[in-house]
């Protein structure tokens, strides 16, 4: 029998109808890339995704539903963010732009403005983010 008590969650989003969608997104395999904030993973000390890297993904209820693996992991500006990229997020975006404005409302909403303790974030096209790929390795459940 398999354990993933040593894996990480792997939140997509937080928890709620956005999770939700990102999950299902991803267990269907549309969704093969996501994109983090480089400054919220400073702000939270956490190290940033590797290659090779497992962790669990976490539906709204926190429940392991599957064993992702990072198969890439690219530090890129905002304004870099290329198509394919926005296409591989699987959330239906059909151009940079469209992904970029659903990305600026995320980040800019009160959640990240309070992880990063600044009430007033905002990106920029220098911001720093993470452009990371991963595929689905295990189903649980």
């Known amino acids: 029998m398999t354990t993933y ?3 990480p969650p792997y939140p997509l989003g937080f928890p709620g109808p956005l999770r939700d969608a990102l999950v299902a997104a991803a267990l269907s395999g549309a969704k093969t890339a ?3 904030l480089l400054p919220e993973y400073e ?3 956490e190290p940033l995704p590797e290659p090779g890297d497992r962790s669990v993904l976490v539906d709204s209820d926190e429940r392991a ?3 992702v693996e990072v198969t890439e992991v690219r530090v890129v500006r905002l304004a870099d963010v290329d ?3 926005a296409l591989d997020e699987g959330e239906g975006y059909a151009s940079v732009a ?3 404005a659903s990305h600026e409302r995320f980040w800019h909403s009160a959640p990240i403005r309070e992880a990063l303790g600044d009430p007033d974030y905002t990106v920029d096209d220098d911001t720093l983010v ?3 790929r ?3 390795v295990e189903r649980i459940g």
């Open 98 to 100: 469209e992904w970029r």
């Open 43 to 45: 702000a939270e000390g």
């Open 34 to 36: 996501t994109t983090g």
């Open 134 to 136: 991963f595929r689905i």
């Open 83 to 85: 198509l394919q990229h």
């Open 65 to 67: 539903v599957a064993v």
């Open 5 to 7: 008590e040593d894996l």
């Open 130 to 132: 993470i452009a990371e």
